[in-house]
């Protein structure tokens, strides 16, 4: 079973970037298709972005698509979610997320959530 632990959220301005990372650890991370997540306030859980196994094939929601990148690195068990030209309607409790299956319906395990702020 594999645990997941995001970091790197905070306030940022308008127009600035963050990177968020999602630790895993308590399985094989290459096993695990991973995905970003993010949930504002009074507003349904929203995709962001998924990775594949390794990394070969890269999938995002509209809203982020051309502003977000999202990648990992197999030799640390890391993902990360790189987010350029950001605005206030990025603002929301950002969740990484990991299941065996590629872009799954559901997944079965999730990461406790960094808090990405953007003022205007």
């Known amino acids: 079973q594999v645990q997941l632990v995001e970091s790197g959220g905070g306030l940022v301005q308008a127009g600035g970037s963050l990177r968020l990372s999602c630790a895993a650890s308590?399985?094989?991370?290459?096993?695990?298709?991973m995905a970003w997540f993010r949930q504002a306030p009074g507003k349904e859980r929203e995709f962001v972005a998924a990775?594949?196994?390794?990394?070969?094939?890269?999938y995002y929601g509209e809203s982020v698509k051309g502003r977000f990148t999202i990648s990992r690195d197999n030799t640390k068990n890391t993902m990360y979610l790189q987010m350029n030209s950001l605005n206030p309607e990025d603002t929301a409790v950002y969740y990484c997320?990991?299941?065996?299956?590629?872009?799954?319906?559901?997944?079965?395990?999730w990461g406790q959530g960094t808090q990405v702020t953007v003022s205007s």
């Open positions: 990775i594949s196994w390794a990394g070969g094939s890269r």
């Open positions: 997320a990991a299941d065996r299956t590629y872009r799954a319906n559901v997944y079965n395990y």
């Open positions: 308590g399985g094989t991370f290459s096993n695990y298709a």
